[in-house]
């Protein structure tokens, strides 16, 4: 995921998160407090979550990664990600990998080798595939936040209905007897997370009603991914502005060069026309550099 994906997915996923550790990984815990690790060893990134919490075998580091893509190479940042943790907070990792990705999930959960009983690894996590998961089921529980994923649940379900299943997710969004705010923010979550699967205008068909009945613009989640949005293209502007600047300034330069070049060869007596050949200034630039 990108750097700009995972601010994205932080700001959707951070409420989720109780609902998430309680009905996806089935744990009985009191959460202590969230860890923020960038794993500076291992790539730029920040980590999608990662709380302190309290079990039934003690202190652990629950680390919850969002993947919308199959790779291949996610068992070895998981095995780094928990080394880092084990680290930095002396915590053992309780890891999952939610995958959130349209195409079938194809990733290994784990590592191992066996070189003797001194020279063995046996490392694995857990995997929840949400295509995996049914939307009847989720509906018959009270863990709403889970209501933004429904788009992206139930895959034999939602490929066998298209539009019309992406509808009754909408129905069931309007249905959820909580606060209207609260509902704008599932509302709008679940719009953006069905543009992993569905395409832009059948989204913009099946929201647009609960997009005005809801004012999902007044969202807070809406508000902070604009902002963030807003600073990222602010930062984008900056950065393109300098490099920008750099590339004028070694164009300015260059053509500096070529100038003090032609005026060098006009002093010599070459002619005009051998000269824009060398230089590839024009004539009429060079003729100028004659008065």
Known sequence: MSQKYDITMKNIFS?????????????????????NIEFARVERRDSDMIFKCTTDKGNVAVHIEFQSENDGKMPYRMLRYSLEIMEKH???????????????????NGLSYNFGEQNTLDYKYKIINVGDIKFTDVLKTDYYDLYSLLPLMDQNRRKEEG???????????????????????????????????????????????VVKMFRIEESETYKMIIEKGIEKGIEKGIKEGIERGIEEGIKKGAKEEKIAIAKKLLKNGMPIDKIAEITELSEDEIKKLMN
């Open 15 to 35: 409420d989720m998160a109780d609902d998430i550790m309680s009905y996806f990984l089935g744990l009985q815990y009191t959460k202590i407090d969230e860890l």
């Open 163 to 209: 539009e019309k299943y992406l509808e009754r997710c909408v129905e069931a969004i309007k249905d959820i007897p909580i606060d209207i705010n609260k509902k704008k923010d599932i509302a709008f979550k679940a719009e953006i997370l069905s543009g992993i699967i569905f395409k832009k205008e059948v989204i913009e068909r099946v929201f647009s009603e």
């Open 90 to 108: 002396n915590l053992l990792p309780y890891q999952v990998v939610i995958y959130i990705g349209k195409d079938n999930m194809k990733m290994e």
